[in-house]
């Protein structure tokens, strides 16, 4: 609404992930921020959801009476003062990633998500495309709208979130796993694309996982005495 009235041209603004291609093309006058929670031009703030309207009072409290009293309205609330990271780190996928359209680069493409553990240079999946690098290049922008490195980083980046989310994996092993080698390259690639680090992202999509060594409480037998 607050687009429509021309109240956000020029200005600084976000909305929730799955309306952003529809609100740019509506408002183009209109510098959208897709990735952030919440956005603060002074007069006009805007939110990127139901839940991140939460995080955008917080973001208020905070502003006209400190980080301590946000800090108590946020226990009060049940919810944290303050969320690390953006909005991409809820996108089920990269934001830019675009599905083939069946030509070209596609299969050389499933081919490299079956090799994300190993070094991929530019020459070996354009041979495995049969084309030159040059016409490669050309034709995966074309289909995807990213470069092959920047696709490649992207998958990588995805392939770490679902292994984060679904398995106990150490970060080392993942790192390993997805292509990226080693920690620090898998946190750089992460914080770059998500906002947060492995262990928060963990942290916020698996929560804390459940000590092997627990054991299952054993139920009792019909007619055992309670003591």
Request: glycine share 16%.
């Given at each position: 609404m607050l687009a429509a009235a021309g109240l956000l041209d020029g200005?600084?603004?976000?909305t929730h992930w799955m309306s952003a291609a529809e609100f740019r093309r509506r408002h183009p006058a209109v510098d959208l921020v897709p990735g952030v929670l919440y956005t603060d031009s002074g007069t006009v703030l805007t939110?990127?959801?139901?839940?991140?309207g939460i995080d955008l009072c917080l973001h208020m409290v905070r502003t006209d009476h400190g980080a301590a009293v946000a800090a108590e309205v946020a226990r009060r609330t049940v919810v944290p003062?303050?969320?690390?990271?953006?909005q991409a780190q809820y996108v089920a996928e990269p934001v830019s990633r675009v599905e083939p359209d069946g030509a070209s680069t596609g299969e050389a493409r499933e081919w490299a998500l079956a090799r994300l553990d190993r070094p991929l240079s530019l020459e070996e999946w354009a041979a495995r495309a049969a084309m030159s690098v040059r016409t490669f290049t050309r034709r995966f922008r074309r289909e995807t709208g990213l470069s092959p490195g920047r696709w490649l980083a992207a998958q990588r980046v995805e392939r770490a979130r679902q292994l984060l989310e679904r398995t106990d994996l150490p970060v080392e092993r993942i790192a390993v796993a997805v292509g990226f080698g080693t920690t620090v390259s898998l946190r750089q690639h992460l914080r770059a694309a998500l906002g947060v680090s492995p262990s928060v992202y963990r942290g916020t999509f698996r929560g804390p996982a459940r000590p092997e060594s627990a054991e299952r409480p054993q139920r009792?037998?019909?007619g055992t005495p309670i003591r």
């Open positions: 200005r600084r603004a976000t939110s990127a959801g139901e839940a991140a003062p303050h969320r690390k990271g953006g009792c037998p019909p």
